[in-house]
């Protein structure tokens, strides 16, 4: 295969190369504090390296307060430090390569970190992983920052970010660096794969200078007894593929619960601490990482029905953890899983076929790579990641089998994955192969609205709270006599107000309330907005021409413009092909209310370019296609400066609405 560089693209790839080398030391050294971290914090709490033992020495009521205690300082921490550091961490990163081209803030390496060691070392039922994940590619984000990076490479840069995190909390230097370009990245190439493999080798290295080496689970020996051994295998993929969707679907409808009950946000994490607390009296084993208990399940110390109970337990625990607030990872707790899973099938049939079926803990190890392929929608990451546990190529086998058939279980089940679903109940597509620079090409003139409201910076407090609160509005605008801008404030900031309204009322004026800067010029791209939004708390930003305030461009329509243009490039990629050597006589409905048309070019669109036409902007429609007939020619997806010509026929994609607009114009 042969590879051209540009200049400019060489001189950027060795700067990123360079800087991959620092983002791995930087990961494999956070991974190792965030351990220390999280072993300090178990002591604190717990007085033991050993929660299980712990558990049964001590007063049941500690049990439950220990936890709770831990949901108290994490309730803090979380709401006035960073929210994103709350839950699991790598749909915070997907949203971050999506929107604002791999910008993470500083803050969140800090208190990601101490929110998740707490979290975990007073019994949060959470992983690691996914903790030192982000925190790995905030230290990357703000590296790239540093060193003042371009978008692209700064997307490879958190990348490379999370593929240190992973390599350097398992020693897997190989499965850390698909871990990012399979499920972050989405694509595979050499400019962005050769600086994640080498961050991914370079924290896998320091990680193991430091700690000597020092694998995360103690792995059986493993051997394929007998063919037979096959079947139970199969049954393994497809009982894997559905515990993972059990534990995405109760994952989020506790979510959802927590987020309905009428407490605070600082008091949710305490009452979920106390839950997870009275569940850990009986099955302390649900506690924290779990790793113990996944290295019992490997050497086969656990019970047939204990290993069953532990994988509802761990589910339940688990959800409780992140739906009341805690920050920890989903990959522990999907290894921890599959690997009770695994224990259950394998002891079941090892009991009665003792002779064909090899030990419980070959079927833990498998059930661990079937659970996390089918939770995580990344099947090779999980392969990839128990063939480096292991180091054994006879594992390959059955693994492949089982991660693969628990992966299409998932998909075929529930389309998204435990990542991608958090983004979707935010309302954004997170697709494979999608076009990372689809915001950079939408401009802010054509998504302004003029539902917004404003106050005069001189209005006091008084007015402004009693309009707000009665208002459907979120967010204000406020403006001086002569309309120009001058900040904007949310109904949050309004609430520590209202108590003292009587007080404040003669002192302070909307002047005073007013936010700068929160504001976007009216030539400016969608990108530009959604890095606004990310940086900034707010539903709505305004819109200036020449410092006035023409409008605002709210966040719900960013998102939906961008879910607009996946949906079509998604619906019709698979059409272009065949309409370069087809002719199409009728609509072709593609879906979602999509259309593919084939027609004449119309008289008002001869002798004008793309650009001018403007259709994506006017109409939210795409040319996909040109067949010209003099030269005999066919342009697919053509540039902003081609220009139609009158013989030319156009193969169209839109929303059919938008469509019939055109081709009713066209008629006339």
């Keep these: 295969m042969k590879i051209n560089f540009g200049k400019n693209e060489f001189s950027e790839h060795i700067r990123l190369t360079l800087l991959a080398v620092l983002v791995g030391f930087g990961g494999g050294l956070a991974s190792i504090i965030f351990k220390i971290m999280i072993n300090l914090f178990q002591d604190l709490f717990w007085k033991t390296s050993s929660i299980i033992s712990a558990?049964?020495?001590?007063?049941?009521?500690?049990?439950?307060?220990?936890?709770?205690?831990?949901?108290?300082?994490?309730?803090?921490?979380?709401y006035y430090g960073a929210k994103e550091a709350k839950g699991h961490g790598v749909p915070e990163i997907m949203e971050a390569l999506i929107f604002r081209g791999g910008r993470i803030r500083t803050r969140v390496v800090a208190i990601k970190a101490l929110a998740s060691a707490v979290c975990i070392g007073s019994g949060g039922s959470v992983g690691r992983e996914g903790p030192i994940v982000q925190i790995s590619s905030s230290l990357a984000s703000s590296l790239g920052r540093l060193f003042r990076i371009k978008e692209r490479g700064m997307r490879t840069l958190v990348a490379a970010g999370a593929a240190a995190g992973i390599g350097g909390t398992f020693n897997a230097p190989i499965a850390g660096a698909l871990f990012a370009v399979e499920i972050l990245l989405g694509e595979f190439g050499v400019f962005s794969f050769s600086p994640i493999i080498i961050a991914s080798v370079?924290?896998?290295?320091?990680?193991r200078f430091i700690s000597e080496d020092i694998s995360a689970f103690t792995v059986p020996d493993y051997s394929l007894i007998s063919i037979w051994e096959i079947g139970p295998y199969i049954l393994l993929g497809i009982v894997g593929g559905l515990v993972a969707i059990l534990f995405i679907k109760t994952l989020y409808f506790f979510e959802d619960k927590f987020d309905g009950i009428p407490l605070h946000p600082l008091l949710k994490p305490i009452l979920g601490g106390i839950l997870i607390?009275?569940?850990?009296?009986?099955?302390?084993?649900?506690?924290?990482v779990g790793y113990d208990s996944i290295d019992a399940c490997l050497q086969n110390q656990l019970g047939l029905w204990l290993a069953l109970a532990l994988v509802f337990a761990k589910i339940l625990s688990?959800?409780?953890?992140?739906?009341?607030?805690?920050?920890?990872?989903?990959f522990a707790p999907s290894l921890f899983l599959g690997a009770m899973t695994g224990n259950f099938i394998g002891s079941t049939f090892h009991h009665y076929f003792p002779s064909s079926i090899s030990s419980p803990g070959a079927f833990s190890l498998v059930g661990m790579g079937a659970v996390v392929a089918a939770a995580t929608h990344a099947p090779i990451t999980a392969i990839i990641i128990i063939f480096e546990l292991t180091g054994d190529y006879k594992i390959i086998l059955p693994l492949m089998l089982s991660s693969i058939i628990a992966s299409f279980m998932t998909v075929g089940i529930h389309k998204e994955s435990i990542y991608t679903m958090k983004l979707k109940r935010r309302g954004i597509l997170f697709k494979e192969g999608r076009e990372l620079n689809i915001l950079r090409s939408l401009f802010v003139k054509n998504y302004i609205s003029q539902d917004y409201h404003t106050f005069l910076n001189t209005e006091n407090i008084g007015k402004i709270i009693d309009h707000a609160i009665s208002g459907k509005y979120h967010s204000f605008q406020i403006i001086d006599s002569d309309h120009n801008y001058v900040g904007c404030f949310s109904l949050n900031l309004l609430k520590t107000s209202v108590l003292q309204k009587d007080?404040?009322?003669?002192?302070?004026?909307?002047?005073?309330?007013?936010?700068?800067?929160?504001?976007?010029?009216?030539?400016?791209?969608?990108e530009q907005a959604m890095e606004i939004f990310g940086r900034e708390d707010v539903a709505e930003i305004s819109v200036l021409k020449y410092k006035k305030i023409i409008g605002v461009v709210k966040r719900k329509d960013v998102i939906e413009a961008y879910n607009h243009e996946i949906s079509m490039k998604e619906a019709a990629s698979g059409l272009v092909q065949k309409l370069k050597f087809s002719h199409v006589t009728k609509t072709t409905d593609i879906g979602k209310g999509y259309q593919i048309t084939e027609i004449d070019a119309p008289a008002s669109f001869w002798d004008k370019s793309l650009k001018e036409l403007n259709l994506k902007a006017l109409h939210r429609i795409d040319i996909l296609l040109i067949k010209r007939k003099s030269p005999l020619q066919t342009i697919t997806l053509p540039s902003a400066d081609e220009i139609i010509k009158k013989e030319d026929t156009l193969i169209l994609v839109g929303h059919e609405d938008n469509i019939k607009k055109i081709t009713r114009n066209k008629a006339s």
């Design 503 to 526: 007080l404040l009322e003669s002192i302070i004026i909307a002047q005073d309330l007013a936010v700068p800067d929160i504001e976007i010029d009216y030539f400016a791209n969608l």
């Design 202 to 207: 370079i924290s896998t290295l320091t990680s």
């Design 318 to 330: 688990t959800s409780l953890t992140l739906g009341s607030g805690g920050s920890g990872g989903i």
């Design 55 to 78: 558990v049964s020495s001590q007063g049941w009521f500690l049990t439950i307060l220990i936890p709770a205690a831990g949901g108290l300082l994490i309730g803090p921490l979380i």
């Design 277 to 288: 607390g009275t569940i850990g009296l009986g099955l302390p084993h649900i506690f924290g």
